[in-house]
């Protein structure tokens, strides 16, 4: 079975600049979930989707970050403008379905960006 | 006060070693407790997985909860060197709905020296 896909692995980039992050879940789960881990965190979730509906973006700084999951399936994840703070690694994961606790989150490798 | 609290170490033992590691929490809301393993460069995996308070084993790892100390802890048995990574305890409140968010703690690095 394959996991998740996460890309681009790495990401430079200057303050004020935008970056994109895309992820593929695994087949058939439902719930998406993109999380932050600042360098010597856990990570901190930023916005969880079921299907391609919001679930909780609380924590989603939306004033610069957006996300969107269409059709369902895959998700990005944008910052636009990018601040210094901003770097970090940005991991998507995805369950069965949100709604048990027990249904296990799946995370990709990450996507490692650095704001210079 | 954070709602978890992780000591981050760095924490390096001899091969064999049994190795202890330990989080707290604040809010009597989490109900649910997780342990996952994060290897350099990669996402975490999810190792260890309890609801009630007491033990529970699964090979060399052995996953504990008080509840009522508010205290769950992580140990591993004849540890090796395989087993170097960044230990990260989470928890989920109980009455989550459709939304059972993951706090995480902030990671222990562990290193298992050969």
């Known amino acids: 079975e394959a996991g998740v896909a996460q890309s681009p692995r790495y990401k430079i980039i200057e303050k004020r600049q935008s970056v994109a992050f895309w992820c593929n879940p695994i087949s058939g789960h439902a719930t998406l979930y993109w999380y932050q881990q600042i360098l010597g965190q856990g990570p901190k979730l930023l916005i969880q989707?079921?299907?391609?509906?919001?679930?909780?973006d609380s924590q989603l700084p939306k004033d610069r970050f957006s996300a969107e999951r269409l059709k369902g399936v895959d998700s990005t994840l944008k910052i636009q403008p990018a601040k210094l703070e901003d770097s970090a690694v940005y991991l998507c994961?995805?369950?069965?379905?949100?709604?048990?606790?027990?249904?296990?989150?799946?995370f990709g490798p990450g996507t490692r960006l650095t704001v210079l | 006060q954070k709602e978890v609290e992780q000591d981050p170490g760095p924490l390096s033992v001899p091969e064999g070693a049994i190795v202890s590691l330990n989080c707290t929490y604040s809010n009597s809301a989490f109900q649910y407790f997780m342990w996952y393993r994060q290897y350099s460069r990669k996402g975490p995996e999810l190792l260890m997985y309890t609801y009630s308070s007491g033990n529970k084993e699964d090979g060399r790892f052995t996953a504990q909860v008080d509840k009522s100390s508010k205290y769950i802890s992580l140990f591993i048995r004849d540890s090796q060197p395989s087993d170097s990574a960044t230990y990260l305890c989470?928890?989920?409140?109980?009455?989550?709905?459709?939304?059972?968010?993951?706090?995480f703690g902030k990671g222990t690095l562990l290193t298992v020296n050969p």
């Open positions: 989470a928890m989920i409140k109980g009455s989550g709905g459709s939304n059972y968010k993951l706090t």
């Open positions: 994961a995805s369950s069965l379905v949100g709604s048990r606790p027990a249904n296990e989150q799946f």
């Open positions: 989707f079921q299907n391609n509906g919001v679930v909780d």
